[in-house]
């Protein structure tokens, strides 16, 4: 075989290698949303239109209850009191998109524990944050949380929330724990609406209104609403982890390929210096690179 012919198949076989690694990472990046879990079983999205018989909604909601742990009429109450918390946190005068949505906050009940699979333990952690990827509240912005209310000896919940929607899990954990008493005594709806309100007060960081909350009861909020100041959220777009993935693979590659061509450069160098100082024939140093390389 020439050299060039050795050439031109170490660089297809280098393309190969390149094709190969991309496609691969394309495929995680593409899948990794969806590939973990079956929403139509586990955690139908209310948002659409084909589940809302099976979360017990009539229309677009950010509440899913396909065990009827609520009435309907709770479902009501519960679902209007999401939407009212978008608004409520909602910033017309933002300069950004991020600046001006609101928080989307779901609700996820179920009367058992969501059996998890090894992958989806090891991806989103919990219940609640596969239930938020599936449901794709607000990936773009990240202002979503997700509350999975589990009825199963006693009531436990999971929690899951973007950066950007400021219910951190010591505030979830805090509201939920206050609404003990009526979770005791079976008042789900009005817990669930208690908890809403109690998280809506701590994060609009205001002592006032956290004391004109009625804790127990999950009255409504009666205070005017604190517009939260909204931040600009770097969006992860997919085509951007894509170019990074694709840049990655080939510096990697381009690195192996010209690793023995950088070797030779060197060599060369240095020879030419050891020319200078040893006074070593040309012809000699040139054919021993020629050989190493």
């Known amino acids: 075989m020439t050299n060039s012919k050795v050439h031109s198949f170490a660089i297809a076989q280098h393309l190969y290698i390149f094709v190969i690694v991309f496609l691969l990472q394309l495929y995680s990046v593409l899948t990794y949303k969806w590939i973990f879990f ?166 609009s960081c205001s002592i006032k209104l956290l004391l004109n909350v009625e804790i127990h009861t999950g009255n409504e909020i009666l205070v005017p609403i604190n517009q939260l100041s909204g931040q600009n959220y770097t969006r992860w777009s997919t085509w951007y982890i894509i170019l990074l993935s694709a840049t990655v693979s080939m510096t990697m590659i381009t690195a192996y390929y010209y690793k023995n061509s950088i070797g030779c450069i060197i060599q060369r160098m240095n020879a030419k210096v050891a020319r200078k100082h040893k006074n070593v024939p040309d012809m000699v140093l040139e054919s021993n690179v020629e050989n190493q390389s």
């Open 38 to 203: 079956d929403e139509a079983n586990k955690t139908p999205n209310p948002q659409d239109k084909k589940f809302f018989g099976v979360c017990g909604v009539s229309s677009s909601s950010y509440l899913c209850d396909p065990d009827r742990i609520l009435t309907v009429k709770g479902r009501q109450r519960v679902s209007q009191r999401l939407q009212l918390l978008e608004k409520q946190t909602a910033n017309p005068n933002g300069t950004s998109e991020c600046e001006r949505r609101g928080i989307r906050l779901g609700i996820a009940l179920s009367r058992r524990k969501f059996v998890l699979s090894h992958w989806e333990k090891k991806i989103w952690g919990n219940a609640a944050a596969v239930v938020a990827a599936s449901w794709y509240l607000d990936f773009d912005c990240f202002k979503y949380g997700v509350l999975v209310y589990i009825q199963e000896n006693g009531s436990e919940f999971e929690f899951d929330s973007g950066h950007g929607s400021f219910i951190t899990d010591q505030i979830a954990t805090f509201a939920f724990q206050h609404q003990y008493p009526l979770r005791r005594e079976g008042k789900v709806e009005e817990a669930l609406i208690g908890f809403v309100n109690m998280s809506y007060a701590m994060i």
